[in-house]
């Protein structure tokens, strides 16, 4: 095996599946490259994205607030808010458990920006929205059921 | 061609509220036209606020958040008339980027 192969393998190696996608051909590496870069999104499953945040483990708290309407009779654009009061904050992530891609956003907190977020999302059907809150390294969640009425993804 | 950002931020005490609406049509890939083909996934990926140097907002986006997203989110170390700088890359790698200066406390 020369040094040139063994580098590509080394590269290609840290990216898993989507390596051997890209060695295959079937996806460029740059593509490969992208979505790596962007775990939890390509997943499918409300598990499996919080399985690629590191979340697994994550636990409720009473420090982490959610607020998203009971009812959204405008679910392209559901308005959540996400605020926590858990120190050492540095990441919010928003789901929507029945969404084709349930991670709809993750948002980074820098040393000085407040743990708190607003933003609107599409609802495909009633489900939970899903707070997940990494803080000092650990993960915390919160959820709220919401009834959509009429879908806002099709 | 995508339109300007509007960006609108107060300080009081210190700390800027930040209010952001971004043009984009954050296509989800779900959607059919009125032929019945399926109109191709288009929207932001990534989403940066800078205060001069400094990082104060970064946004990683799937196609679930809503189109022209809005968002809103407040820093601390800010003064009336620093400026911001908000850019965005979607999923085509299409980006754009706009500026906004903090204004006073609102009465």
Redesign the interface.
Known sequence: MDQKRRQLLHAVGGLGVLGLLATAGLISPAQAQ?AAA?PG?DARELNAALAALGAQEASASAELSLAAPDIAEVA???SVEVKSRLPGTDRIAIL?EK????????????E???P?????????QSADVVALVRANGRFHIARKAVIVTIS??? | MTNPMRIRADVRDG?ADVRMQVPHPME?G??KDDKGAIIPAHFI?RLEVHHGE??????????????N?????????AAAGDRLVARWVDSRGDSRSDEAVIAGAPA
């Open positions: 992208a962007r999104f392209n654009a559901v929507v969404n084709p891609f349930p991670l709809a956003a993750v948002f980074s907190i820098p000085g920006t407040q708190e977020v607003i933003t609107r999302l599409k609802m495909a806002g993804c099709g | 700390v989800s779900q959607r990926t400094r990082l104060v907002f970064g946004a990683d986006f799937g196609p679930s958040v809503s189109a997203p809005f968002l809103r989110f407040r820093f601390k170390g």
